[in-house]
């Protein structure tokens, strides 16, 4: 089917020129163009006709309406190869339209003024853009629908290659293009309306969210599953927004242990120097240092060293030559990523020297804790979805000391720290953390177990393993003790003060036997389970 008329009205005039002289040297089409398009195309020395022309009918309401008119959408609309649709045209002198150039206003870009006005943003959704495409898009059989700037180049060759014609398996594509970029644009109007007029509902009846592909990923968690990464197109921050600057390809693995390294970094960041190292998205290794960056990192990775072995490292702080130099240099590890918020030039001199390790800036995005948490945490399960708030309250919803030994000011802020690492292991988990002269560090942290007893000891024993003395130290753990069994084996491990949320029916029987003990037992009255 040869293409004879071409209706252009766009947005976006970016290579327009060029595709529609183009067009006009291979096919020599009838162009129907509107406003700014044809003022644009005429300028270049195009021949159109204007919409308002062909029509008979002018540009109403501030140019509201321009294309919505039976001889646009009827020529858009009717099926060449149905008879009645033949007659109906004729009698209405309504020609055929063969192919549609439209891109949309953009909303989605307007929006992000954060200034803009409900007026401003509302004379910014599109009405005859989307009617044209939609229509040509249910017509694909008799209409070729160009939505995109990008398609430009693909829809030349294929004219050239196919004598001024377009396959129907080309038409398709590009029809399905433009219903998944018209839901997409809807989903921004119904966020923007939602949120500018506080009617937001958390949880509708029916969820509907967009996202656009960042890149494929070489596979998913394991060889044989393939996989790739997408932004949430509401979230102007994000995972997707930290910059790679050398290093092989991300993987899905590297992207959740990166994304679960960057929110404890987030949620510790009230401290001068963070380092924290994970594995298999479970902390490995954490420390904060009020004075030295140098001392967060050499008491994170002295945790566990054998395990921090290909792991994720992130500093909440640019990272300096000398800790550059103590990874590299000194230590020699091998990193599978690092983050911070920027590597200046003395160290990234010395870490160039691992191209492999995969290095990534994020900027100033710890400060925006309040955009990065406003939309819903999503989990895949089996034929759909879990939504939930993101866990960023507060670690302690209570302070509730439950024995005759008080806390010190120094044990509670190394409980608090010790219960913010709990919160990024796996449930259950337990964290035994001790102070230094100027910040604290773990010495041993357990995850992932079926009991509370049972990460007790494994976090005492991976402490003893690296050569930690746990005597005097503090625990913390995501959830109750069920019996007082767990409490014993902090207690044995040298643990002088513990933390955990409460809320057992057998909290009388675990708060005897810490008084028994001897220990200060605290309860916090929030569970911080990672599943």
Same mark, same amino acid.
């Given at each position: 089917m040869k293409i004879?008329?071409?209706? &252009?009205?766009?947005?976006?005039?970016?290579?327009? &020129? !060029?595709?529609? =002289?183009? @067009?006009?040297?291979l096919i020599h089409p009838q162009?129907? #163009?509107?406003?700014?398009?044809?003022?644009? @195309? =005429?300028?270049?020395?195009?021949?159109?006709?204007?919409?308002?022309?062909y029509t008979g009918a002018p540009e109403l309401f501030g140019g509201r309406i321009k294309t919505l008119h039976p001889k646009i959408e009827g020529g858009i609309l009717y099926r060449r190869d149905k008879e009645q649709d033949a007659q109906e045209a004729k009698d209405h002198d309504i020609d055929g339209i063969d192919m549609v150039i439209c891109n949309l206003y953009p909303f989605e870009e307007a929006i992000k003024n954060e200034n803009i006005t409900m007026e401003d943003a509302l004379e910014m959704i599109d009405i005859g853009g989307p009617t044209m495409i939609r229509a040509a898009a249910k017509n694909y059989k008799d209409v070729v629908v160009v939505s995109q700037p990008s398609q430009y180049d693909m829809i030349l060759s294929t004219l050239e290659e196919h004598d001024g014609a377009i396959p129907l398996h080309m038409r398709l594509s590009l029809a399905i293009a433009v219903f998944r970029n018209v839901a997409a644009?809807?989903?921004?109007?119904?966020?923007?309306?939602e949120h500018r007029a506080g009617n937001f509902e958390k949880f509708p009846a029916l969820l509907v969210k967009?996202?656009?592909? &960042?890149?494929?990923?070489?596979?998913?968690?394991?060889?044989?599953?393939?996989?790739?990464?997408?932004?949430?197109?509401? #979230?102007?921050?994000?995972?997707?927004?930290?910059?790679?600057?050398?290093?092989?390809?991300?993987?899905?693995?590297?992207? @959740?242990?990166?994304?679960?390294?960057f929110q404890l970094l987030s949620d510790l960041n009230k401290h001068e120097h963070v380092c924290a190292i994970f594995k298999h998205t479970t902390?490995?290794?954490?420390? &904060?240092?009020?004075? #030295?960056?140098?001392?967060?990192?050499?008491?994170?990775f002295s945790c566990d060293p054998l395990s921090a072995f290909g792991g994720i490292?992130?500093?909440?702080?640019? /990272?300096?030559?000398?800790?550059?130099?103590?990874?590299? !240099?000194?230590?020699?590890?091998?990193? !599978?990523?690092?983050?911070?918020? *920027?590597?200046?030039?003395? *160290? =990234?001199?010395?870490?160039?020297?691992?191209q492999n390790m995969r290095v990534l800036e994020f900027g100033n995005m710890l400060a925006k804790r309040e955009v990065l948490y406003q939309n819903l945490e999503i989990r895949g399960i089996l034929g759909g979805i879990l939504l939930q708030d993101y866990d960023h309250a507060g670690i302690v919803k209570d302070w509730d000391e439950k024995t005759t030994r008080k806390t010190s000011t120094k044990e509670r802020e190394t409980l608090v720290f010790a219960m913010t690492v709990c919160k990024w292991a796996k449930s259950n988990s337990a964290v035994f953390a001790k102070v230094t002269e100027h910040g604290m560090y773990t010495i041993g942290i357990g995850a992932g177990q079926q009991s509370r007893v049972h990460v007790v000891k494994l976090a005492h024993s991976k402490a003893l393993e690296f050569k930690h003395d746990p005597t005097g130290s503090v625990m913390a753990t995501? #959830?109750?003790?069920?019996?007082?069994?767990? /409490?014993?084996?902090? /207690?044995?491990?040298?643990?002088?003060? /513990?933390?955990?949320?409460?809320?057992s029916i057998r909290d009388g029987e675990v708060i005897a036997r810490a008084e028994e003990l001897g220990i200060s037992l605290v309860f916090t009255g929030k569970r911080v389970f990672r599943h």
């Amino acid at each position: 089917m040869k293409i004879r008329t071409v209706l &252009v009205s766009t947005y976006k005039k970016d290579g327009l &020129v !060029e595709f529609v =002289r183009a @067009l006009d040297q291979l096919i020599h089409p009838q162009i129907l #163009s509107t406003g700014g398009t044809a003022k644009v @195309l =005429r300028t270049a020395g195009i021949e159109i006709t204007d919409v308002s022309e062909y029509t008979g009918a002018p540009e109403l309401f501030g140019g509201r309406i321009k294309t919505l008119h039976p001889k646009i959408e009827g020529g858009i609309l009717y099926r060449r190869d149905k008879e009645q649709d033949a007659q109906e045209a004729k009698d209405h002198d309504i020609d055929g339209i063969d192919m549609v150039i439209c891109n949309l206003y953009p909303f989605e870009e307007a929006i992000k003024n954060e200034n803009i006005t409900m007026e401003d943003a509302l004379e910014m959704i599109d009405i005859g853009g989307p009617t044209m495409i939609r229509a040509a898009a249910k017509n694909y059989k008799d209409v070729v629908v160009v939505s995109q700037p990008s398609q430009y180049d693909m829809i030349l060759s294929t004219l050239e290659e196919h004598d001024g014609a377009i396959p129907l398996h080309m038409r398709l594509s590009l029809a399905i293009a433009v219903f998944r970029n018209v839901a997409a644009y809807n989903i921004a109007i119904v966020d923007f309306l939602e949120h500018r007029a506080g009617n937001f509902e958390k949880f509708p009846a029916l969820l509907v969210k967009a996202f656009e592909k &960042v890149h494929p990923c070489r596979y998913g968690e394991n060889w044989d599953q393939e996989a790739a990464f997408y932004m949430d197109k509401a #979230s102007p921050f994000g995972i997707h927004s930290l910059e790679k600057l050398w290093g092989k390809e991300i993987s899905f693995n590297n992207y @959740l242990d990166i994304d679960a390294c960057f929110q404890l970094l987030s949620d510790l960041n009230k401290h001068e120097h963070v380092c924290a190292i994970f594995k298999h998205t479970t902390p490995n290794g954490v420390a &904060v240092d009020g004075n #030295s960056q140098l001392e967060a990192c050499k008491n994170a990775f002295s945790c566990d060293p054998l395990s921090a072995f290909g792991g994720i490292w992130g500093f909440n702080k640019p /990272v300096e030559p000398e800790v550059a130099k103590y990874i590299i !240099e000194e230590k020699n590890i091998f990193i !599978e990523v690092l983050l911070a918020p *920027s590597i200046p030039k003395e *160290s =990234r001199k010395v870490l160039e020297k691992k191209q492999n390790m995969r290095v990534l800036e994020f900027g100033n995005m710890l400060a925006k804790r309040e955009v990065l948490y406003q939309n819903l945490e999503i989990r895949g399960i089996l034929g759909g979805i879990l939504l939930q708030d993101y866990d960023h309250a507060g670690i302690v919803k209570d302070w509730d000391e439950k024995t005759t030994r008080k806390t010190s000011t120094k044990e509670r802020e190394t409980l608090v720290f010790a219960m913010t690492v709990c919160k990024w292991a796996k449930s259950n988990s337990a964290v035994f953390a001790k102070v230094t002269e100027h910040g604290m560090y773990t010495i041993g942290i357990g995850a992932g177990q079926q009991s509370r007893v049972h990460v007790v000891k494994l976090a005492h024993s991976k402490a003893l393993e690296f050569k930690h003395d746990p005597t005097g130290s503090v625990m913390a753990t995501d #959830s109750f003790f069920p019996f007082p069994d767990g /409490v014993e084996a902090a /207690v044995d491990a040298g643990a002088k003060a /513990v933390l955990c949320p409460g809320g057992s029916i057998r909290d009388g029987e675990v708060i005897a036997r810490a008084e028994e003990l001897g220990i200060s037992l605290v309860f916090t009255g929030k569970r911080v389970f990672r599943h």
